[in-house]
């Protein structure tokens, strides 16, 4: 089980991990959606860059432009395209 918050990385970082084609989750702490996720995952949990809006401006001003301006989390980012809030078996499918 997931007991912490996964290890957050800047946007910008976060951006390079997409651009190489990893999964990535722009995520915050207390969201129900994103500790589903991260509960769904499991042990692949690791496998995802994990993305904290509310420790990086830039994060949460990219969850806004690809959510027609509302911070939606989770926002993954599959195969470099945003998906918000998917199905998390859509998200462990992907890795």
């Known amino acids: 089980m997931f007991a912490r918050r996964p290890a957050s990385v800047s946007a ?5 991990a997409a651009d190489e084609g ?3 989750v ?3 702490k207390g969201c129900p959606f994103c500790k589903r ?8 949990v690791r496998e ?3 993305v904290d809006v509310w420790a990086d401006d830039e994060a949460s001003a990219y969850v806004r432009s690809v959510n027609d301006g509302d911070e939606v989390v989770p926002t993954v ?3 470099g395209a945003p998906h918000t809030n998917p199905p998390p078996r859509q998200v462990l499918a992907a890795l």
């Open 12 to 16: 910008a970082e976060g951006a390079r």
């Open 26 to 28: 722009y995520w915050r």
């Open 77 to 79: 980012v599959i195969a």
């Open 48 to 50: 995802v860059v994990w």
């Open 37 to 44: 996720l991260q509960l769904v995952l499991g042990r692949k």
């Open 22 to 24: 990893r999964v990535v």
